[in-house]
Nanobody, 123 residues
Framework: QVQLVESGGGLEQAGGSLRLSCAAS????????IGWFRQTPGKEREFVAA????????YYADSVKGRFTISRDNAENTVFLQMNSLKLEDTAVYYC????????????????WGQGTQVTVSS
């Protein structure tokens, strides 16, 4: 089992950058594939990016490709989401989640979830 805690959200202007962190507990963290999702009120949770347990493979939604970078530090049990060139439409609550399956964009494939961190992009 793994517990996840997101941090790093906040208010940023369009064109700016934020770095989200997902800190995990558990000794088997490196065996889990990690995904980032986001959600706005009234909408379904949307896939953003995923990274394999080793960190050697990454996968992005088209909407963030080239702007966001997912990475992980297994020694620190942490996954990061570097968000550059932020747009107004990136405003959402961002969640990290852990799965045994790599690269899935479906929330139901993820077994463990953090509580979320709010990202607000202003004009």
């Amino acid at each position: 089992q793994v517990q996840l805690v997101e941090s790093g959200g906040g208010l940023e202007q369009a064109g700016g950058s934020l770095r989200l962190s997902c800190a995990a507990s558990g000794r088997t963290f490196s065996t889990y594939n990690i995904g980032w999702f986001r959600q706005t009120p009234g909408k379904e949770r949307e896939f953003v990016a995923a990274i394999s347990g080793s960190g050697g493979s990454t996968y992005y939604a088209d909407s963030v490709k080239g702007r966001f970078t997912i990475s992980r530090d297994n020694a620190e049990n942490t996954v990061f989401l570097q968000m550059n060139s932020l747009k107004l439409e990136d405003t959402a609550v961002y969640y990290c989640a852990a799965a045994n399956l790599y690269g899935s964009r479906w929330p139901n494939d993820y077994n463990y979830w953090g509580q979320g961190t709010q990202v607000t992009v202003s004009s």
